[in-house]
């Protein structure tokens, strides 16, 4: 049956964004200069995530669909605008000009985790506050619907372990490929941690947004700070992902 007159345009798939958002990171991953190869563990384990998401959106894993996918394109936008910037010699934030200047020859395991820490830590929430409105906070259904959401995230995190674990492969050092069952459970709780810290520091970034603009700003400089230490953390010798494990993988911003 043809349209009715007066009839919508169907609304675009929610999953149509993630589409996108692999695309760019395929473009960018395609065009990376050979000197920066170290930055493609994090970009392909980023992208594949990306499609996992969409496949999520696909399988009706999330309560509200069309706003995970404005949600996960807005959060890559972060990654996406410190790469092109770096690229270009300008300024990043911190905690990404940390991550980025690591040594060529860190081993990959440590790339992919400075990576995720200054993406999940440092731009997870702000990008999470950009797509929760102000009215959305007041309504508490919509806020735990959206926490949920959040959360169904980390599960699809935690599941991709064992397949990025595999990624990586021969490109690990002996001593990390003997201790991969304890690696993949370090992993996991260190995801489903930094989601909790995420969420906490949503809040916080929330109730500094409500003071205004120089309390945000105040705000977001200290998350600032506490992301670029916990990167320090990482570039330390040493098993990464056990040491994380004991002292933990996010931040949380303490009381104003």
């Known amino acids: 049956m043809g349209c009715l007159a007066g009839e919508t345009e169907p609304m675009t798939h929610p999953a149509a964004e993630i589409l996108d958002v692999v695309d760019q990171l395929q473009d960018r991953i395609d065009a990376l200069p050979p000197d920066l190869g170290q930055r493609r563990i994090f970009m392909e384990t980023y992208l594949r995530t990306t499609e996992a998401v969409g496949d999520a959106i696909n399988n009706a894993m999330f309560e509200d669909p069309r706003w995970v996918s404005q949600w996960d394109a807005v959060f890559a936008s972060f990654f996406i605008a ?31 985790l400075l990576g995720m820490n200054a993406h999940i830590n440092y731009d997870l929430p702000q990008a999470m506050l950009a797509v929760i409105s102000v009215e959305d906070f007041e309504d508490p259904v919509v806020l735990q619907r959206r926490r949920r959401d959040h959360e169904r995230v980390d599960q699809i995190l935690a599941s991709r372990v064992a397949a990025e674990d595999q990624e990586l492969g021969g490109g690990r050092r002996v001593r990390d490929r003997l201790l991969t069952p304890l690696n993949r459970l370090s992993s996991r709780r260190f995801l489903r941690e930094a989601r909790q810290c995420v969420w906490h520091n949503v809040l916080a ?36 992902l056990l040491r994380l494990a004991v002292i933990g993988f996010g931040v949380r911003l303490p009381p104003p």
């Open 205 to 240: 970034l929330h109730e500094a947004r409500l003071a205004g603009g120089q309390a945000y700003g105040a705000r977001l400089a200290e998350l600032d700070v506490l992301t670029a230490a916990k990167i320090a953390d990482l570039l330390a010798p040493g098993q990464v």
């Open 82 to 112: 410190a790469h092109d910037a770096n690229l270009a010699g300008a300024e990043v934030p911190r905690p990404w000009r940390l991550a980025f200047g690591a040594a060529e020859d860190h081993h990959l395991l440590g790339h992919l």
